[in-house]
C-alpha cells in the first residue's frame, strides 16, 4: 500500500464501497406475506371501537415495544417526526409556551413545537456526548417553559438524571427522541422510558426500519389517549367515546398501515443483533485510532450504553495542523465516507433566523399570547456551532453487514492521513 494520500494522487485504501441498505429478511417477508394474503392494508377506522386502534399488525408491534422497554403504553405512528408532534400535543403545548430543544438534531425536534404554535428555545450542546447540555438548559428556563425535548443524538443518552432533576424542578415534561439511540441505556434503563414520553423512528435510515414509521412509549395512559387522538382525527372520536376526562385533541392522519407493522415487527427481532453488532465495530474502531494525537474517537460515560448509530470522531485542528474539512476530504479519497459535522444548527435556517413560523403573520413567534422575545442569530450556541463547522467527522461505518477487516480500511485510512500530514498542509491554513 502506498504511503502517498491519495488526495495528492497516490492509491486510495479501499476501493469497495460501504454497505449502507437496510438487512431485509425472511422474518420481514413472511410478516408482510401475510399482510398481503389478508388483504387488510390498514386496519384504522377514525370512530369508535377497536379500529380505533389500528390493525393486528399495528397493535402486535405495539405490544412488542411494550414488553421490550417494559412501559404500559406504545402507540405506533407513521414516522418520528408524526410522534414528536403528537407527543407535544399530547402534554398541551400551544400558543404562548416555551420548549426548550438543542440546536443539534433533525429538523423535526423542533418544528414539531412549531406545529403546535409553541417557540423551541435552543440550549447548547456537551461537546463531549454532542446531546444537549443540562447546565445550558436550565439557563434557558423561563415561566413559558412547559417541556424539554432531550435529543440522543448519534446513539448514546443525553444526561437524563441532571435533565429530570431540572424537570422536577421546574415542573416541566421531558420528551425523549430517541430515533438515533433504540436500545441505547443510561444508568440500566433503557432510553425513552425515563422522561414522560419517549419517540422511536423506523425510518429507512435507522437502526431498524420499515421505511418511514415510528413509535412513542409512555407509563402515563393520559398522554398515550392523547397521541392516539392525535394519530387518528381526535376531533371526530371525543364525543363519540367515553371518556373519564374528555380531552380536546385536534387531530392528524399518523396512522402507520399493516405492511409498513409488518416490516417493523420483522426488523425488531434482530434489534439486539443490530445493536451489538454497531457496538463490536464501533469498539473495535476505537481500539485502532485511539491514542492518535489531535484524533478523539466517540466518548461514552461508563453510565451509558451507546449504539453507535454513527460514528463521531473530533478533530483538533491545532494538534494535527490542518483543517477539518481538508482531513475529511483526505478521508473521502481514500474511500471512506464520512460528513463534515452533522446538520447545520436547526437555528441557523431561514424559518427561524426570519421568525416566520406559519407563511407571513410571523405565528408564532408575534402571536398575541407570546409575550416573550425570542430571536436567533449566529453565535446562540457557540459549542454547537464549534462542533459542526470546525471540529466534528460523523463516519456511518459502523454497521452490519460490514465486518473487522472493513474497520481496519477505516483506521488505515485515519493513520495513513495522520502520518502524512505534511502532504496536503499547504491545502490549509492553522
Not at 354 to 360: A, E, R, S
Amino acid at each position: 500500500m502506498s504511503s502517498k494520500l491519495a488526495i495528492s494522487g497516490g492509491r486510495k485504501v479501499r476501493e469497495k464501497p460501504f454497505v449502507t441498505v437496510p438487512r431485509i429478511g425472511e422474518e420481514e417477508k413472511k410478516h408482510v406475506i401475510d399482510v398481503l394474503d389478508k388483504g387488510i392494508l390498514s386496519g384504522f377506522v377514525a370512530g369508535p371501537g377497536e379500529a380505533f386502534y389500528g390493525g393486528n399488525k399495528v397493535k402486535e408491534l405495539e405490544g412488542k415495544f411494550r414488553d421490550y422497554f417494559n412501559v404500559k403504553q406504545a402507540i405506533a405512528v407513521n414516522s418520528a417526526t408524526a410522534g414528536l408532534h403528537a407527543a407535544i400535543a399530547a402534554v398541551g403545548i400551544g400558543p404562548g409556551d416555551e420548549v426548550i430543544v438543542t440546536p443539534y438534531t433533525m429538523s423535526a425536534s423542533a418544528t414539531a413545537i412549531l406545529m403546535q404554535n409553541g417557540i423551541p428555545v435552543f440550549a447548547d450542546i456537551d461537546e463531549k456526548t454532542f446531546c444537549v447540555d443540562p447546565c445550558e438548559v436550565e439557563k434557558k428556563i423561563t415561566s413559558r417553559t412547559k417541556a424539554i425535548i432531550a435529543v440522543h443524538l448519534f446513539g448514546q443518552s443525553a444526561d437524563m438524571d441532571k435533565i429530570m432533576g431540572i424537570a422536577r424542578k421546574h415542573k416541566l415534561f421531558v420528551i425523549e427522541d430517541c430515533a438515533q439511540a433504540p436500545a441505547a441505556k443510561y444508568k440500566e434503563k433503557y432510553i425513552g422510558t425515563i422522561g414522560d414520553i419517549g419517540i422511536f423512528s423506523l425510518n429507512q435510515h435507522k437502526i431498524i426500519t420499515c421505511g418511514e414509521g415510528g413509535v412513542a412509549v409512555t407509563n402515563n395512559d393520559e398522554l398515550a389517549l392523547n397521541i392516539r387522538l392525535v394519530r387518528n382525527h381526535g376531533e371526530v372520536i371525543i364525543d363519540k367515546m367515553e371518556f373519564k376526562n374528555q380531552p380536546v385533541i385536534l387531530g392528524w392522519n399518523y396512522r402507520m398501515t399493516e405492511l409498513e407493522a409488518a416490516v417493523s415487527i420483522g426488523q425488531f427481532s434482530r434489534l439486539d443483533a443490530l445493536t451489538e453488532e454497531r457496538r463490536h465495530l464501533a469498539e473495535y474502531l476505537t481500539s485502532k485510532i485511539k491514542g492518535i494525537e489531535g484524533i478523539v474517537p466517540p466518548f461514552a460515560p461508563d453510565c451509558n450504553e451507546h449504539v453507535y448509530f454513527v460514528y463521531p470522531v473530533k478533530l483538533d485542528a491545532n494538534k494535527l495542523k490542518i483543517k477539518r474539512d481538508v482531513f475529511a476530504a483526505a478521508l473521502k479519497a481514500e474511500g471512506i465516507p464520512c460528513a463534515t459535522g452533522y446538520v447545520r444548527p436547526i437555528y441557523l435556517e431561514p424559518t427561524y433566523r426570519n421568525l416566520k413560523g406559519y407563511g407571513n403573520a410571523g405565528c408564532p413567534y408575534k402571536c398575541p399570547f407570546y409575550d416573550g422575545e425570542i430571536s436567533y442569530n449566529s453565535g446562540d450556541c457557540p459549542v454547537c456551532e464549534r462542533m459542526h463547522f470546525n471540529e466534528l467527522i460523523v463516519l456511518p461505518v459502523c454497521r452490519s453487514p460490514q465486518t473487522e477487516r472493513d474497520m481496519d480500511d477505516v483506521a488505515e485510512a485515519v493513520i495513513k492521513i495522520a502520518n502524512n500530514i505534511d502532504e496536503i498542509k499547504e491545502k490549509t491554513e492553522i
